[in-house]
């Protein structure tokens, strides 16, 4: 069975600190995609990251960075030099390549508090 | 730009009501998707569908149904609303296998 783990509920940072949020996903599949959404307090979700299970290379988008490791099923995703509007919840999420993803797992998410 | 637009943002229904919520996409987008988000557990899929009048359960369609008639828009149904169907609940679109584009969300209080 697929299953996404967030064992940080809550974290709370300074702005301009550096804060890692983990994320460690089961699966017996061989073909998967991983992913990583944005909750700001408005309520939609917002898509950050998509990454298939052969593509190991770690991602870095401006202060966000991606650290894929299959040894370990982790998925952990790295916000350099927070700021206020880095406050949201972050989920990350599991889908199997092979039933087209139309199942996407959802960890139960971790909430970020950037104060100023 | 993929906009996803729920029909409401805050909801208040009575227990036994037949409750309707609405989702429309404006992207041509084949697949569509229904979630609940509850504290705690993530979001968790109750419908999806893939292509007009095609709907397949997720992982907790019990208590709803789903109507799909265009393209466009989806519909999930509580048949007969009870308390513990309060929730946010999240629509999405996707294209293929590319990534879900999401609504601002239904947030549903059954009392």
């Not at chain 2, 609940?36 to 208590?63: A, W």
């Not at chain 2, 169907?85 to 999405?92: E, I, R």
């Amino acid at each position: 069975a697929q299953k996404v783990t967030q064992a940080q509920t809550e974290i709370s940072v300074v702005e301009k600190e550096d804060v890692t949020l983990d994320c460690v996903y089961e699966t017996r599949d061989t073909t998967y995609y991983l992913f990583w959404y944005k909750q700001p307090p408005s309520g939609e979700l917002v898509f950050l990251i998509r990454r298939n299970s052969f593509d190991e290379q770690n991602e870095i988008s401006g202060r966000y960075s991606w650290n894929f490791q299959k040894s370990t099923s982790s998925f952990n995703f790295t916000i350099t030099a927070s700021q206020v509007v880095d406050s949201a919840v972050y989920f990350c999420a599991l889908s199997d390549g092979n039933t087209g993803g139309f199942k996407t797992i959802f960890g139960a998410g971790t909430r970020l508090f950037v104060k100023a | 730009d993929v906009k996803v637009t729920q029909s409401s943002r805050y909801l208040v229904k009575r227990t036994g009501e037949k409750v309707f919520l609405e989702c429309v996409q404006d992207m041509d987008h084949e697949n569509m998707f229904w979630y609940r988000q509850d504290p705690g557990l993530g979001l968790r899929l109750i419908y999806f569908s893939y292509d007009v009048k095609m709907k397949e359960k997720g992982d907790i369609p019990e208590g709803y149904s789903v109507s799909r008639e265009k393209k466009e828009r989806f519909s999930l149904i509580l048949e007969s609303a009870s308390t513990n169907q309060t929730s946010m609940y999240l629509c999405a679109s996707r294209k293929g296998n590319q990534p879900q584009h999401f609504g601002d969300g239904t947030r549903l209080s059954i009392l």
